[in-house]
């Protein structure tokens, strides 16, 4: 028996930061991203009767059971295990994670990551979890659960899938897929880019730093993150009407923003990548995820583009091609897990 889950992870382009609880259930609020064609995935197969395995081909680690309750977030293999756990799979599994993009690199990997292995495990179980419910799952197991200084974007990006709005409120989140012209559509697919600048970092520091200053009510804080809300908005307008120029010079605004929400978002190296790319011909950008390393995206008129990627080539940047991925986490084969299941064939099953 084989099950194998995969979800995808993300770019933000507007409103990134207002999805932590500390900020959304006193102000509201409100995300534009895209889902992208790299996937983290989970592979599920019998084990042995004694235990639980996880194996990660990102942290190149291993764990298990016994897995206890006590359970803190502190990297490496505390998620899948929490996971795990709650699901309450006490033997007979062996659990593989691989993701296509290293971790910590701004692209939602950790999100994807959980909500891919709850699918997956969901399955085992005989459960067909819609997105709302598995996004649901993921946020609680990382925010409440494991306390990671995380927001909720990540997990619904990655269990909807596609190009959306996400509406962060004390009670609800809100889905709208970002409805655009069909060439607009083409245009900005092909004017985004992504350059990975060869630095992983953890985001938890940054993060850390915005949680408390946004739970303090820091004035400056909460002014800087209300903006890049407001910023967000004026995106989503742009991209409805298809006017990527101005929809480039937003995503330059809120960067300006963002940098300055925390200590350690950017750095005089990224800082610089960024002007070159800008005096190159890019409209716009910004340090995906959290900040402080991962990903450079940027979004330029396809003239400018290969004068941006031999400018960024030229300083050791490596660029990555990508495409949207309208899809969000499915299970790409399996049968749920009983104990005739062997007499049934693999189906091909996806998330409604």
Same mark, same amino acid.
């Given at each position: 028996m084989l099950i194998i889950a995969r979800a995808p992870v993300r770019i933000s382009f507007g409103g990134g930061g207002t999805d932590i609880p500390a900020y959304y259930e006193r102000h509201g609020g409100f995300v534009v991203n895209t889902t992208i064609n790299y996937y983290v995935y989970t592979i599920l197969t019998p084990g042995q009767p004694e235990g639980v395995q996880i194996f990660s081909a990102d942290y190149r680690s291993f764990t298990q059971r016994p897995i206890c309750e006590d359970l803190i977030w502190n990297g490496d293999l505390?998620?899948?295990?929490?996971?795990?756990?709650?699901?309450?799979?006490?033997? &007979?599994?062996? @659990?593989?994670?691989?993701? =296509?993009?290293?971790?910590?690199? %701004?692209?939602? #990997?950790?999100?994807?990551?959980?909500?891919?292995?709850?699918?997956?495990l969901a399955?085992?179980?005989?459960?067909?979890?819609?997105?709302?419910?598995?996004?649901?799952?993921?946020?609680?197991?990382?925010?409440?659960?494991? &306390?990671?200084? @995380?927001?909720?974007?990540? =997990?619904?990006?990655?269990?909807? %899938?596609?190009? #959306?709005?996400?509406?962060?409120?004390?009670?609800?989140?809100?889905?709208?897929?970002?409805?655009?012209?069909?060439?607009?559509?083409?245009?900005?697919?092909?004017?985004?880019?992504?350059?990975?600048?060869?630095?992983?970092?953890?985001?938890?520091?940054?993060?850390?730093? =915005?949680l408390e200053a946004?739970?303090?009510?820091?004035?400056?804080?909460?002014?800087?993150?209300?903006?890049?809300?407001e910023l967000g908005y004026e995106i989503r307008h742009a991209l409805e009407n298809g006017d990527l120029r101005t929809f480039g010079e937003l995503l330059h605004r809120s960067w300006l923003e963002k940098r300055r929400v925390a200590e350690g978002i950017t750095n005089p190296e990224l800082d610089r990548y960024y002007e070159i790319a800008r005096e190159a011909g890019a409209l716009g950008g910004k340090v995906t995820g959290a900040g402080g390393g991962g990903f450079l995206m940027l979004f330029c008129p396809s003239e400018h583009q290969a004068a941006v990627t031999e400018a960024l080539t030229v300083i050791g940047l490596q660029r990555r091609p990508f495409a949207f991925e309208d899809k969000g986490a499915q299970v790409l084969q399996g049968i749920p897990w009983t104990r005739s299941s062997s007499r049934y064939p693999f189906r091909v099953f996806h998330s409604l």
């Open positions: 505390s998620l899948p295990k929490a996971i795990v756990y709650y699901f309450n799979i006490r033997d &007979g599994l062996t @659990v593989f994670l691989a993701s =296509q993009v290293p971790p910590g690199t %701004g692209l939602g #990997s950790s999100g994807s990551a959980a909500v891919s292995m709850i699918k997956a399955f085992w179980c005989g459960l067909d979890l819609g997105p709302k419910e598995v996004a649901e799952l993921a946020c609680f197991i990382e925010i409440s659960k494991l &306390g990671m200084p @995380v927001g909720k974007q990540d =997990q619904y990006a990655a269990a909807f %899938g596609g190009l #959306s709005c996400f509406t962060f409120l004390r009670n609800e989140v809100r889905v709208e897929p970002l409805r655009m012209p069909l060439q607009a559509r083409r245009e900005l697919e092909q004017g985004l880019m992504l350059f990975f600048t060869g630095i992983s970092r953890q985001s938890s520091t940054i993060l850390k730093r =915005q946004s739970q303090r009510e820091d004035r400056e804080t909460i002014c800087r993150l209300t903006a890049i809300k």
